[in-house]
Structure formats: C-alpha cells, structure tokens
C-alpha cells in the first residue's frame, strides 16, 4: 500500500468533534478576593476548522484554553461538550503548550520512534508501519532533513513542528496550541498555520491562541475568537473582521492590518466598547463567510435558522493541501500500548540517556574513584591500628557525607529539569506518571547500588578495614540504602522547592543530620530531647551500621603500635562502648533507613503529581 493511499484512508478515520461552550466562567481567588477571568462566555469550535484564539494580554486566552483541555477544573462553572456526547476532554484532546520540551539527548527520529511506542500499541502497528508512520509525518512536516539531530539543536520552528508531529503520531481530532507561533519568524509562523490549517481540513477540531498576526496569517483562519476583559467581543471568520467592527461604529483604515485594528478596538485604543462589541459578537452571521446576495436571503432569519442555512452551504471539509493524515490502515484501530509495555520503554528511555549524559555517568564515577583514593591516602590505615580508631570513625562519617550529599543535590534537580516534559507527555496520555516514576527508581537505583560500592570497596581497602567478607558486605549494604535514602530526600525536595531553594534546604538539612549523627557530638553526652531528635537522622542509622558491622561480633583486639605504651581502642567493644553504639542493632537500622527512604520516595511521587496539576 502506498503512502498517499494510506493517508486517504485515514483522513476518514478522524472523528469529526465540534467543541461547545456555554456560559463559561471562571474565578480564581487572589489573596482572599474573588477574581473573575471568564464571565459566562459561549463559543463553538468545530471540526474541520483553525481557530485562533486572540485578545490583549491577560484577558483569559490560555485560561480558556486550560478550561477546555481539562488542565484547568477548580473554579470554573458552565458547560463544555465535545461532540455529542459529554466526553471527557483530556481523553481525546492534544494540548501542545507554548514551550516546547524534548529529551535533548535523542534525536529527532529517536525521539518519534519512542512517540510511537508509547501510544501505539504492536498489535495495532507493528515495527515496520510506525517506522513508515514517522517517515511519513517528518517529511510532511519538512523535519526529514533533520532526523539525525539531536532534539535539543533544533532551531525554533523546527520544535515546535516536531511537537506538532509527536502528537499527530495517534492522530488525534482534536487539538489545542498555546501561542504556536510565538519566537518564530514571519515565514516560520506562516508555514506554522499553513501546517494547521492543513491538518484543519482533514476534519480536526485545531484551536490555538496567537498575538498579532500578519493579515496574511490571520486570513489563514477559518473562525477568530477574540476576548477582551473576560468576555468574547469577536466570534466570526477573518474576512468579516472588518464589517463587524463597523457595525459598532469602527472603522479599519485603508491598508490597516483587520487584525491589529481587532486588537486594539478590543484593547480600548478607540474607547472602550467591550458591550457594544460583545452584544454584536452574539449574532452567528459572523461566523460565515457569504457573498454579495446572500445578505439579503439573511434577511428576517433568526440566529438559529441562519446557523442551519450556513451548515447546510458549508458541506463537507474542503481539502486543500495534501494529506499529513498518518500512512496507517484506517481498517485498524490503533489502541494505546499496555502500561506494563510503557514501563519497559521508558527504562529504556532513561537508560539511554543516563549513558549518553557523561556528567552523570563517566564524570561522576571518576569524581567518586578520585574521592575514595584521596580520602583512603587521608585516613590511611585508620582501620587496623588502635591509636587511629577515633579518625577511623570520623572516616565513616565522611563516606556517609559525601554519598549523601554527592547524590540528594543531583536527585534534587531530576524532576525540576523534566518537570515540563513529564506534564506535557503525561497530559497527552503517553503514559501514566506512576510508570514514569516507577521507571526513574527502578533505572536509578542500580546506578546508586554501581556508584556507592565502586566509592565503598575503594575506601574499605585504603583504609585497611577488616578483610572480613561479611563485615565487608555489611559495611556496603549501609552505604548503598544511605545514598537510596539521600536520593529519596533530594527526590523529595526537588518536587516541594524550586533547585535555589531545595539546595539551601538540602545543604541546611544535610548539616542538621551529621551534627545527630552521633561523632561530632557522642549520642551519650546529648541531652534526652536532642537524642530523640537524632532518631530523625538517616546519618546516625548508618554511622551506627557502619561501625556496628566492623566492630561488632566479637572482633579480635585491634593492632596496638609497638612505639605506643597505651592504646585505649585496642578492643573493638572499648569503640562500642565510647560511642554509646554498644545496643546498637544492625538489622534495625537498615530497616529504619528502609522505611525512611520508602517515605521520602512515596511522598515525593504525591508532591509530583500535586505538582502536575497546579
Ligand atoms: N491561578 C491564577 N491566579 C491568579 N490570577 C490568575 C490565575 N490564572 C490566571 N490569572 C489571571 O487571569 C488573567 C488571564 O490570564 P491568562 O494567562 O489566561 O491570559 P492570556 O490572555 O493568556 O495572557 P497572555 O496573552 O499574556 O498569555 C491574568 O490577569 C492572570 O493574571
């Protein structure tokens, strides 16, 4: 089957959705007052049409916008339906934001392929249709060329078409853009709209908000609506922009762009006539163009009857320009992808870019051999030799530092950086964000297990520690929970502070945990209410493993210099007892740090979610 009969297929299969609007309005509360952004404002988007959304700054296009993707819910009152049936519009909408937020480390084909996959499961394509799909889509959209670049080097324009062609992949019938063509050239922009009017006329329901057009832009629409003040002072086609305006009395100058005069009769720049112009928006003839006799059939018609003439005149969906509709077969019904499947993509997805990011990986390995090697020449044999054993504490200590804190500044700022993408692709329904959060733990927790034993193993062997495997692997068991929990609390943190603060929160934190960690100031000589708060401490527990799991179990009497008359720590159970660690229990502690790191984890997934929806 060739492309172009693919396409002919498909544009059938999209499912012609007509959006109305009724007395939409909407508050939002502004230090204990009520503000009011939409005042009962109606509206129908249809299918088959483009949609500009326009009006001066602040006066409630994304608002809306939010309102009908569903992104917005708290506050707004009045009625949305798509199509005939009341469906819930985030299931069927497309919400391309204003931002456009890609992995930049894979490319442009990379980056569709993964698109594909994730919303299209194999048994309704397989491997060789998406492939043809993608091919399809990036020559259509003009991104061929730039296949093999990589998502983050591609210019302005050409990321906001590949985020176009990301969400045609399951041919979506209804799509929302937030200012499109913002940042883009007067060509870029025009190419933009050609591209949606396009898509428009395949029978998709395409509304985009958009800022002083060109006139020729700005004829490329099929309906305009303007808001102003929270109400809807245009509904109409571009051509019969300047008609109505005179029926209120403006008049556009010769040569004036229609749009810009609509912008600033609406911003008030010829007085202000928002109820004169949002009584006459109300009349639906605005909303069709006709020619020269018709003005006179309209004539004695009510809105309604003109609204069923005008439906009838219009007919089927015009086609203009050839087909973006995807190669796929219109006979199939192509369904999402198990989550299971999407679990298994997105571990994939971080695992590729954990590898070609070398300042996580490379970098920060070497980072920790160069640390291990320069902290065991530090501390030497502090590990066998009696006079040293106070050092050899204050060794523990610094690992349980430097993993913890090495790893809570990075984990502070992973959901930050990808906090965009996560919305944008969870929104669109790519997948769910428990499969996205089950992802990150599962492909982060070995590199943390990797990263602490390479920085451990060095250490334990510089430091001469005892050359006792069970000793050995209790010593790396602490340090890989602590550096899981220090991510958990930097996980955690990232998803409640912005980095500036999380970091200061995080160092501030970090401090707090090594003064209770028991070394600097002895568990013993801490008064009952600062010993309680110690418990909170993740350090502590794992200050306490690590000494538990090399002096405990009956160690041998530790190496005494032969130079040295006295050595006080020459028993192990002497260090035990100095450190007030002697009813110390291993077991207890990993699992107060278990339970410690689950709680972090489990609320920095309620702190992300919370934070999508804001
Ligand atoms: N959650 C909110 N809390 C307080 N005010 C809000 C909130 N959301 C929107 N607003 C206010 O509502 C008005 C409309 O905002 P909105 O972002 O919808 O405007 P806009 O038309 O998209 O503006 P722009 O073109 O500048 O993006 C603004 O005055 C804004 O400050």
Same mark, same amino acid.
């Given at each position: 089957m060739t492309l172009e009969s693919h396409g002919k297929l498909l544009k059938e299969r999209v499912k012609p959705i007509d959006i109305q609007f009724k007395d939409l309005s909407y508050q939002v509360q502004v230090q204990k007052v009520k503000k009011t952004i939409l005042k009962g404002i109606s509206g129908t988007f249809r299918s088959g049409q483009l949609t500009a959304i326009m009006g001066p700054s602040g006066a409630g296009k994304s608002s809306l916008m939010n309102i009908l993707t569903g992104l917005t819910t708290k506050g707004v009152n009045g009625n949305i339906q798509f199509g005939d049936s009341p469906t819930k519009s985030r299931k069927i909408c497309c919400y391309i934001m204003q931002d456009d937020h890609f992995h930049s480390w894979f490319t442009v084909e990379e980056t569709m392929l993964l698109a594909a996959q994730l919303k299209i499961s194999n048994d309704s394509m397989n491997m060789k249709e998406k492939k043809m799909l993608i091919e399809h889509l990036l020559d259509t959209l003009k991104l061929s060329q730039t296949k093999s670049t990589r998502?983050?080097?591609?210019?302005?324009?050409?990321?906001?078409?590949?985020?176009?062609?990301?969400?045609?992949?399951?041919?979506?019938?209804?799509?929302?853009?937030?200012?499109?063509?913002?940042?883009?050239?007067?060509?870029?922009?025009?190419?933009?709209?050609?591209?949606?009017?396009?898509?428009?006329?395949?029978?998709?329901?395409?509304?985009?908000?958009?800022?002083?057009?060109?006139?020729?832009?700005?004829?490329?629409?099929?309906?305009?609506?303007?808001?102003?003040?929270?109400?809807?002072?245009?509904?109409?086609?571009?051509?019969?922009?300047?008609?109505?305006?005179?029926?209120?009395?403006?008049?556009?100058?010769?040569?004036?762009?229609?749009?810009?005069?609509?912008?600033?009769?609406?911003?008030?720049?010829?007085?202000?006539?928002?109820?004169?112009?949002?009584?006459?928006?109300?009349?639906p003839k605005w909303r069709y163009d006709y020619d020269a006799e018709q003005p006179q059939h309209l004539d004695g018609l009510n809105g309604v009857q003109i609204v069923k003439m005008m439906e009838s005149k219009r007919g089927g969906v015009k086609q203009l320009s050839p087909s973006i509709t995807p190669p796929i077969s219109a006979t199939k019904h192509v369904y999402p992808p198990p989550e299971w499947m999407r679990?298994?993509?997105?571990?994939?997805?971080?695992?590729?870019?954990?590898?070609?990011?070398?300042?996580?990986?490379y970098l920060k390995l070497a980072v920790h051999i160069m640390c291990a090697i320069l902290i065991g020449l530090l501390y030497g044999d502090s590990g066998s030799n009696a006079t040293k054993q106070i050092a050899n504490l204050g060794s523990f200590t610094i690992h349980n530092t430097y993993l913890w804190y090495t790893t809570m500044m990075p984990g502070l700022l992973r959901f930050p950086q990808e906090i965009s993408i996560i919305k944008k692709e969870t929104f669109n329904n790519w997948y769910k964000l428990r499969t996205y959060y089950m992802a990150t733990l599962i492909t982060s927790t070995p590199v943390h297990i990797i990263f602490s034993m390479t920085y451990i193993t060095i250490a334990y062997l510089m430091t001469d520690q005892p050359f006792e495997i069970e000793r050995y692997a209790k010593f790396m068991l602490t340090a890989v929970v602590v550096t899981i929990c220090a991510d958990g609390l930097g996980v955690l943190l990232g998803t409640i502070l912005n980095p500036i603060n999380g970091t200061f929160v995080g160092a501030v934190l970090t401090c707090f945990m090594? %003064?209770?960690?028991? *070394? /600097?100031? =002895?568990? $013993?000589?801490?008064?009952?209410?600062?010993?309680? &708060?110690?418990?909170?401490?993740?350090?502590?527990?794992?200050?306490?493993?690590?000494?538990?799991?090399?002096?405990?179990?009956?160690?041998?009497?530790?190496?005494?210099?032969?130079?040295?008359?006295?050595?006080?720590?020459?028993?192990?159970?002497?260090?035990?007892?100095?450190?007030?660690?002697?009813?110390?229990?291993?077991?207890?502690? %990993?699992?107060?740090? *278990? /339970?410690? =790191?689950? $709680?972090?984890?489990?609320?920095?997934?309620?702190? &992300?979610?919370?934070?999508?929806?804001?």
């Open positions: 998502a983050g080097n591609l210019s302005g324009g050409q990321k906001k078409r590949l985020s176009i062609a990301l969400e045609l992949i399951d041919n979506p019938a209804v799509l929302f853009l937030d200012e499109p063509t913002t940042g883009l050239d007067s060509s870029a922009s025009s190419d933009t709209i050609q591209l949606l009017q396009t898509l428009a006329n395949e029978g998709r329901t395409i509304v985009c908000t958009i800022h002083q057009p060109s006139s020729h832009v700005y004829s490329l629409f099929n309906q305009i609506y303007v808001l102003s003040q929270g109400c809807c002072t245009y509904q109409g086609t571009p051509h019969n922009t300047i008609e109505f305006l005179k029926t209120v009395g403006l008049e556009c100058p010769t040569y004036h762009n229609p749009a810009d005069f609509l912008l600033e009769c609406v911003n008030g720049d010829y007085g202000d006539h928002t109820d004169d112009l949002a009584a006459a928006a109300r009349q679990l298994w993509l997105l571990i994939g997805r971080c695992h590729v870019q954990f590898f070609r990011d070398w300042t996580v990986t090594l %003064i209770f960690s028991g *070394f /600097l100031i =002895l568990l $013993t000589h801490m008064s009952s209410l600062m010993r309680l &708060l110690s418990y909170l401490s993740p350090i502590r527990y794992a200050l306490e493993s690590m000494v538990l799991a090399i002096y405990s179990n009956n160690r041998g009497s530790i190496y005494c210099p032969m130079d040295v008359v006295y050595c006080h720590f020459k028993n192990a159970s002497t260090v035990l007892r100095s450190f007030g660690m002697e009813n110390g229990n291993f077991g207890m502690n %990993i699992l107060i740090m *278990f /339970l410690q =790191l689950s $709680t972090f984890k489990g609320l920095a997934y309620v702190m &992300l979610k919370r934070k999508l929806r804001a």
